[in-house]
């Protein structure tokens, strides 16, 4: 599985961001998907995951409330929704494909991250 994040950028505290992980090769089929970030100089942080179904998600304190994770099957895209973004959110966002699950060690597809940065 090859996945590839985008959608990150530059935004006001406040503001908005989609992210989207899309994967390529083979599907989805049967993984969870993450979305997890890093801030210079601090560890990957886990944000939320969705199972393949997409009946299930689990998020981190950090993310509850404001972002949403999403799956839509025919694209074969994972979405997260950011919304009230701070400045603390600044980071490189990754979507990785495994077990369901909030351990950066257990996913088994990476992708390349996208940056998002949040201006004060």
């Known amino acids: 599985v090859q996945l590839q994040a985008s959608g990150g950028g530059l935004v006001r505290t406040g503001g908005s961001l989609r992210l989207s992980c899309a994967a390529s090769?083979?599907?989805?089929?049967?993984?969870?998907t993450g979305w997890f970030r890093q801030a210079p100089g601090k560890e990957r942080e886990f944000l939320a995951t969705i199972t393949w179904s997409g009946g299930s998600t689990y998020y981190a304190d950090s993310a509850k409330g404001r972002f949403t994770i999403s799956r839509d099957k025919a694209k074969n895209t994972v979405y997260l929704q950011m919304n009230i973004l701070k400045p603390e959110d600044t980071a490189v966002y990754y979507c990785?494909?495994?077990?369901?699950?909030?351990?950066?060690?257990?996913?088994?597809?990476w992708g390349k991250g996208t940056l998002v940065t949040v201006s004060s």
């Open positions: 990785a494909a495994g077990p369901f699950g909030v351990v950066a060690a257990d996913m088994d597809y």
């Open positions: 090769g083979r599907t989805f089929s049967g993984y969870a």
